[in-house]
Structure formats: structure tokens, C-alpha cells
């Protein structure tokens, strides 16, 4: 009986209906179930992402069947999604043969909702659900509201700011704009008009994002939250390893400046003596185009609807990620992001496309897996969180690198040199293998040494001919490289 399963959906064999808990994907029904008390499930899978609802199966597991349903009953329920909701979700059924409780030849009743992407499913009562874990949640007011952003019913920047002025805004950012449309000669009034962000008089969320003196007396969330973190991993307590926390809180144009500048100023280079040149060569930590784009993505098309929630770029020793509120917006998915374009946030992308920051979604996303590649990176990855956000991971390729700088590092002192040292030295020298010019400071941050033990090991390699120093020893200038690349 565990072999049968649904020619639809291939993880709902009969054993996994009738023991498994009831989830975001997955319901089930007595065989008794009225076509009415379908509705909210059927409404809260269209509207989440889809999902399947198992008909003749009671709540402890029993198989009960639907064979004792007369033909009329049996078409009411397999109809139920055009005649319980509005408008009708697209939807597939079908009759599942297996052995009731009684032991005798039955069936089950499969109703595949799809996902109603572009619109919102209502029951006749004009209801709203939304699939949550194993409950349809009946949605209003404000959760009603999110849902229809999610839909793209409504756009979050297109709604008035009823609290903004154009005195509110910064001038010179307007100018700037003005001078890059060629419309020095128009006022503010009409190229925001013209731009859909002044409606009837009143300034849209798509001007205050952009153009905002004080974004934070509008939107408290315009931000970006920078993460540093020692290692591959976040750690709490007193193990905590964050090396570097930083946030910004601007409108969007200046937003997309200082994040650049901040990141770019964080990341590193790498560079190593190459064994067939002769010659250092310096590569970058992520290609500049992929990292970029995927910032600027991310404050372009996340969700402004989720007022509550900011953009994190988290940096660890061999990823970057970057992640922003809200989920792809339709038809985009992890999937056919390469290929696919949307814009949650048409007018505020036009804007940064105009200035210069946005390419078509597609082609700039095309770019970051051909700029990966190019520096043998592997592809970057997207992933949409249950929370509701969508995070884009860099992977650099350290571990290899590392690698290849030990055994840079080895050829350069010399295997008798090298058995030498002890790990800390090793260490040390590995370092200096690709940062050609280090202070103490650098070594002993970089080792969690004290600078007086550090002190001791460079005396110790200058001793042996590894290593030069440059500076007198009371200079804070002071620094070492490795003495075969003063050769």
C-alpha cells in the first residue's frame, strides 16, 4: 500500500497521507466534507504556493475512502474550486485507488491547487486565506494589505506619503536627476508628475525613497545593515565573532554610494608570486560587477511593503550574502532568474536605470554567473527564506586559495627553512605570501597572537633569512615582507 502514490505530486504516497501531520502543502478530509468547508483551504493554497487537500482520509489517519459517496456528491466535491471560490484557481483531481479501513478496494480524492500567482483567490463569502504552516489563516486589514503587494496588486511605492512636501526633499539630488533627463528647464512639480511620483499634489513613496532629505522621518527602514564576521560561521554569546557592524540609513541615491564604497573597501584582494611568471598577481576577493549588482538589486526590488525589515549584506571568510526583504516578484524565480525579468518597483528602478545603476534585472543577473565564472568561482546561488526574503550568496574560493598560498609559501622559504618553524611561523609566512607588506598589528590580528609574540617569531624568521624588516623598531610605520620578493 506505501507504493501507491499521486501521479501529480510524487511524495504523497498513501503512507504519507495517512501519517503524516497535516502542512504548508498538505491537508486532509473526511470523506463527509461538504464542498463549502473546502473553501478556505482551497482559497489559502492559491494564494500561498499551492497545495494539495486529500479527500476521505478521517482527522486519526483512517482511510475511510470515497466510494460510499453517490456520483452527484462525488462531482460536487471534485468541483468545489469553481463553486466555492472566486475567481476559480486553476486546479487538477484525481482518484487515487487504495484499501479502506474495512479492507476493501476504495478510493481517495486528490485536489491539486496551483498557485495563483497574479491574483488573489476569495471564497464566496468574499473570504481571503492564506496557507500558513497546517492552518488556512484568514487574512485582513493590514495582512490582507501584504498580501496584495506580495500579488502585485497593489505597489507599495505608488501610494501617497501623506506626510511629505517637496520641501522635504533633497534639491540637490533633484537637480542631479533633472541635469541626467535633460529637464534643468522643468520644475520639480512636473518632472515628478511626469515620472509618476507626485499624485493630485502629493508625493508618492517612490520620490520620498529616492529623494528624501531625512528618510528616517518617512521610512525608518531605508537601510543597509553590513555584517562582518570572523570565520565561516556566526557565533553567540561570549563567542560571538562579529569584527565589523555597520548601518546606513539614506535615501536610496545616496543608500547606493556609501554601501558601495563601504563593501568595496571591506573586500579583499589576493595576491600571490606566480610560479610560471614570475610576477604578482592580484585577483579580487568576488568579481566587483557581481557584488555590486547584487546590492543594488536588492535595494531596487525588495519589498518596501515590509516596513519592519531592512537589507543585510553579511560578510564571512568564504561567502557574501545578501538578503532582502520579500521574494521574488512574479513570474521570477531561483530558477529562471537568468532569463526572467520583473520589477517589484517599476518607477523606482526606472529612476537608478536612468542614473545609471540598473540594468534589465535579467541581463545584469546573466552577468554576475559570467563574471563567477570567469574568476573560477562557483555560481552564485538565490534562495527564497520562509521569512519572506530573498538571499543571493557569493562563494569565494579561500579554502583553495589557501592552499595554493602554502604552497607558494613553502616554495619560497625552501623545505629545509620550512621544518623549521613552528605553526605560527608557518602561519605567519603563509600570510605574508599574499599580503607582501605587514605591520605586527597586521599579523597579530590576523593570528589572535599578541603583538609581543609576534614580535618574537619575526625576529625569529629574520634570524633565518625568511623574512626583512624595514623601519627601526620603534617606527609605528615599521613593516616586513618575505626576503625572497625583494630578489
Known amino acids: 500500500m506505501s507504493e501507491l502514490k499521486s501521479r501529480y505530486v510524487s511524495f504523497l504516497t498513501v503512507e504519507y497521507m495517512t501519517k503524516e501531520r497535516e502542512n504548508i502543502v498538505f491537508d486532509r478530509k473526511s470523506a463527509m ?25 478521517s482527522n486519526n489517519g483512517e482511510i475511510e475512502g470515497v466510494n460510499s459517496l453517490d456520483n452527484e456528491r462525488l462531482n460536487d466535491l471534485i468541483e468545489s474550486p469553481k463553486s466555492t471560490c472566486r475567481p476559480m484557481p486553476l486546479y487538477d483531481y484525481e482518484l487515487l485507488p487504495v484499501i479502506n479501513k474495512s479492507g476493501q478496494e476504495d478510493r481517495l480524492l486528490l485536489l491539486h491547487i496551483k498557485s495563483a500567482n497574479r491574483h488573489i483567490v476569495r471564497t464566496a463569502k468574499d473570504d481571503t486565506y492564506l496557507r500558513m504552516g497546517d492552518r488556512s489563516v484568514l487574512m485582513k486589514g493590514e495582512n490582507l494589505r501584504q498580501l496584495e503587494y506580495q500579488k502585485q496588486l497593489l505597489r507599495y511605492e505608488d501610494e501617497i506619503c501623506p506626510r511629505a512636501s ?55 527602514n531605508c537601510r543597509v545593515r553590513f555584517i562582518r564576521y570572523e570565520g565561516c560561521s556566526a557565533l553567540q554569546g561570549t563567542s560571538l565573532n562579529i569584527i565589523k557592524d555597520q548601518m546606513f540609513e539614506r535615501p536610496i541615491l545616496h543608500l547606493i554610494d556609501e554601501v558601495k564604497k563601504f563593501v568595496g573597501n571591506s573586500l579583499r584582494d589576493f595576491t600571490t608570486l606566480s610560479p610560471t611568471t614570475g610576477q604578482f598577481e592580484t585577483t579580487p576577493e568576488y568579481p566587483e560587477f557581481a557584488w555590486l549588482e547584487g546590492i543594488v538589486n536588492a535595494i531596487t526590488h525588495r519589498e518596501y511593503a515590509y516596513s519592519g525589515d531592512y537589507i543585510r549584506i553579511i560578510m564571512y571568510d568564504d561567502r557574501l550574502v545578501i538578503e532582502s526583504p520579500g521574494k521574488l516578484p512574479y513570474p521570477v524565480t531561483t530558477k529562471n532568474i537568468r532569463y526572467t525579468r520583473s520589477s517589484r518597483n517599476p518607477t523606482i528602478a526606472r529612476v537608478l536605470t536612468e542614473l545609471g545603476w540598473v540594468r534589465e534585472l535579467n541581463e545584469g543577473v546573466k552577468r554576475i554567473f559570467a563574471d563567477m565564472a570567469e574568476l573560477y568561482l562557483n555560481p552564485p546561488t538565490y534562495k527564497e527564506a520562509e521569512a519572506g526574503s530573498l538571499k543571493l550568496t557569493l562563494r569565494n574560493n579561500i579554502h583553495v586559495r589557501h592552499a595554493r598560498f602554502k604552497d607558494n609559501a613553502l616554495r619560497t622559504v625552501g623545505i629545509e627553512s620550512w621544518e623549521k618553524l613552528d605553526d605560527l611561523e608557518k602561519s605567519i609566512v603563509i600570510y605574508m605570501s599574499h599580503i607582501t607588506k605587514v605591520k605586527t598589528a597586521d599579523l597579530s590580528a590576523h593570528t589572535n597572537y599578541s603583538t609581543k609574540t609576534i614580535q618574537n617569531r619575526l625576529n625569529h624568521l629574520i634570524e633565518l633569512g625568511i623574512v626583512n624588516s624595514f623601519g627601526r623598531p620603534t617606527d609605528p610605520q615599521r613593516y616586513y615582507t618575505l626576503t625572497a620578493y625583494q630578489q
Open 33 to 57: 466534507s461538504k464542498p463549502a468547508s473546502l473553501a478556505d483551504d482551497i482559497s489559502a493554497f492559491a494564494n500561498a504556493e499551492g497545495g494539495s487537500i486529500v479527500i476521505g482520509i
Open 166 to 220: 517637496i520641501d522635504d526633499l533633497d534639491e540637490k539630488l533633484i537637480h542631479d536627476y533633472k541635469i541626467c533627463i535633460d529637464a534643468e528647464d522643468i520644475t520639480t512639480e512636473q518632472v515628478l508628475t511626469a515620472r509618476g511620483m507626485m499624485k493630485e499634489g502629493m508625493l508618492t513613496y517612490a520620490a520620498v525613497l529616492l529623494f528624501a532629505k531625512n528618510i528616517r522621518q518617512f521610512y525608518p
